[in-house]
């Protein structure tokens, strides 16, 4: 009677909040992974990014890459300092990719210097959301409304420059055996940018594989760029 009573404890102060932001953190020690990251939009929605595959090693190199219908673009974090690749300019730090004012290659530098890793990005949207529940297809519930706009904006940055009006989200986790091996957040709501209204309407969903597995390769003109 005392195992059954000790084990109702336990289940009793299990919480699948808790639950995710364990897994996260284990992830995050982890000593490499990779993920593969895909973006579902309406089917008339004028940006559409493609897939993002990365790989990170800790205290070490992690890689990007992201895809925006036929362009492909390379990126190289090392702690604070970072590198894109593109066919026109090659291997640049962030600062240089931004000196030529507002375009593509700022629009990547900062998509890059405000990229989150699946373990820290699976915490704080653990920490987003206003109650988690444990179901048939995971962990799931609902995003807070600054959750919600906080994924709305540029970057993930709250505000970003931007009204945000309607926001609205929700998050699941897949863990197995505790381990996080997926996570997917959809996101609504009415972006207005100078004076210009966007309606967002994007489902993320982040896959975590080869933990402990992963090589993490760079490229020799990407490592002098973060010397």
């Known amino acids: 009677m005392m195992i059954l009573a000790s084990g109702s404890l336990l289940a009793a102060d299990s919480n699948p909040k808790d639950d995710v932001k364990a897994a996260a953190a284990a992830l995050g020690g982890e000593a490499n992974y990779t993920w593969h990251q895909t973006v579902e939009v309406p089917p008339d929605s004028q940006f559409k990014p493609g897939p993002t595959d990365g790989k990170t090693e800790k205290g070490g190199y992690t890689t990007l890459s992201f895809s925006f219908g036929d362009n492909t673009t390379e990126a190289v974090l090392n702690g604070t300092n970072g590198a894109i690749n593109s066919p026109d300019n090659g291997w640049q730090t962030l600062a240089e990719a931004t000196q030529g004012g507002p375009g593509p290659g700022t629009f990547l530098a900062r998509m890059v210097q405000n990229y989150k890793l699946p373990a820290a990005q699976a915490a704080d949207l653990a920490d987003q959301a206003k109650d988690l529940t444990s179901g ?72 975590i594989t080869d933990v402990g597995a992963t090589k993490v390769e760079v490229a020799d003109d990407a490592k002098k760029k973060l010397q």
């Open 136 to 207: 048939t297809n995971g962990i799931s519930g609902d995003l807070t409304d600054d959750g919600a706009k906080a994924l709305l904006s540029f970057g993930g940055r709250r505000g970003g420059g931007a009204n945000i009006a309607n926001p609205k989200g929700s998050v699941t986790f897949t863990l197995t055996d505790g381990k996080l091996v997926k996570y997917s957040f959809h996101v609504t709501g009415t972006v207005s940018r100078n004076g210009n209204d966007m309606d967002i309407d994007r489902t993320t969903t982040v896959a």
